[in-house]
């Protein structure tokens, strides 16, 4: 029984017939063991070759992840640089756009100052809608950042219409600069022309009234003794002091062709040579000189020519 178990195999070899004939003899338990051994083998050959080729294939794909990761985060900055460039461009514009429009704003209040109206409620400002924020990276590693189209079609839409009005400021600059001339010679001119009532009471003598067996040429306004006088108008004291029937008087004269007279007063407060300006107080209403009571004489002169006042009064 046990030689039928352990049978014995005998392998010839026969190269020719001048060689000697080989035999290789093999025991039934020998091949067994080499079978056995051999799909042993192959099968840890086939399970190494087969995790290695599991393991390239993952390395590869965390390969592939971390070049994805990289194109990202180079994208990113990227587009970071294209936002900062972009907000810069139009920060810049702005900032250009705001300096004209404080000139805007300077010519309003010219404006407002002498109607009173009109003009913007509110200052002039120019809002960037908050290009200055500060950019923050997406957290999230496996999107991407990008403008969406909406954004990019937006930012590009303020820099074109930034364009548009930077290439009509300079020609707005020349024209508000002019404007702006022209609205402070009026100024000046309105300053210095007589347009306020000097002092407030009762009208009690008119212009062209024959009085004393003279022409009244001015306006009388009583009042109380020490009710304050005020210049009509911007100008140079060109009197101030004692005058006849007039009593204590000032005389001031307006740019090229205004001169007032203010008479009778109780107390003067300017001399000779004295800048003046329109609603300053000059001196307190009384009665000295050739008066019946406390008032304020009042007269305008045009070109030397004496004018009603009350043709230059709102």
Known sequence: ????????????????PKDRIKKLSFSQNLLRFIYVFVIIVVAAVAILVSNLYITRQKLNEKIAEIER???????????????????????????????????????????RNITGQGGYEGEVTIYDNGL???????????????????????????????????????????????????MEDYIYVMEHTPSIWPTWGRTTSTFNERRWGSIHKGLDIANSTGIPISATASGVVIYSGWHSGY??????????????VYAHLNDIYVNVGDKVTQGQIIGEMGSTGR?????????????????NPKDFLP
Not at 74 to 92: A, C, D, F, G, R
Not at 145 to 153: G, I, N, V
Not at 291 to 305: I, K, R
């Open 1 to 16: 029984m046990n030689e039928e178990k352990n049978k014995i195999y005998t392998l010839i070899i026969y190269s020719g």
């Open 69 to 111: 990761i990289e194109y990202k985060i180079n994208y990113k900055e990227v587009e970071l640089v294209n936002l900062e460039k972009k907000t810069s461009e139009i920060q810049s514009k702005t900032k250009l756009l705001e300096n004209y429009l404080k000139e805007v704003e300077e010519l309003d209040k010219l404006v």
């Open 132 to 182: 200055n924020a500060d950019l923050e990276l997406l957290t999230d590693p496996d999107e991407i950042f990008y403008y969406t189209l909406d954004q990019e079609e937006e930012l590009e839409d303020i820099s074109s219409m930034l364009d548009d009005l930077l290439s009509k400021a300079p020609d707005l600059a020349v024209s508000l600069e002019n404007d702006k001339k022209n």
């Open 247 to 260: 009593g204590k008087k000032v005389v001031i004269y307006h740019m090229d062709k205004y001169t007032t």
């Open 291 to 307: 008066s019946t009571g406390p008032h304020l004489h009042y007269e305008v002169y045009v070109n030397g020519v004496p004018h």
